[in-house]
């Protein structure tokens, strides 16, 4: 599986993004898309997931009720629209693929290489 995140950049507090994470290779093993982000001296944490088939989503708290995570119907990228964001949600974005329904880091298999997001205050 491989994945590809796009569509970080510089935005004013207030403002918004959208992410993508395009997929491809042998996704019929993965269960579940997430995203994670990292900010500077921090930890990897949890933003967002969904199944492959849209039933389940879930979503971090820090950044809950600002977040949507979609997918396309031909289940070759996951998106991620986030509003309101904050200079506190400056981070390098990552997507992940797991094989289970899950929101910890280490059951994710496959990442892409992460987009730089920069919320200037």
């Known amino acids: 599986v491989q994945l590809q995140a796009y569509g970080g950049g510089l935005v004013q507090a207030g403002g918004s993004l959208r992410l993508s994470c395009a997929v491809s290779?042998?996704?019929?093993?993965?269960?579940?898309m997430g995203w994670f982000r990292q900010a500077p001296g921090k930890e990897r944490e949890f933003v967002a997931a969904?199944?492959?088939?849209?039933?389940?989503?879930a979503y971090g708290d820090s950044m809950k009720g600002r977040l949507t995570i979609s997918r396309d119907n031909a289940k070759t990228s996951v998106s991620l629209q986030m509003n309101s964001l904050k200079p506190d949600d400056t981070a390098v974005y990552y997507c992940?693929?797991?094989?289970?329904?899950?929101?910890?880091?280490?059951?994710?298999?496959?990442w892409g290489q992460g987009t730089q997001v920069t919320v200037s205050s």
């Open positions: 290779g042998r996704t019929s093993s993965m269960s579940t």
């Open positions: 992940a693929a797991s094989p289970l329904w899950s929101r910890a880091l280490d059951q994710y298999n496959f």
């Open positions: 969904m199944t492959w088939g849209g039933n389940m989503k």
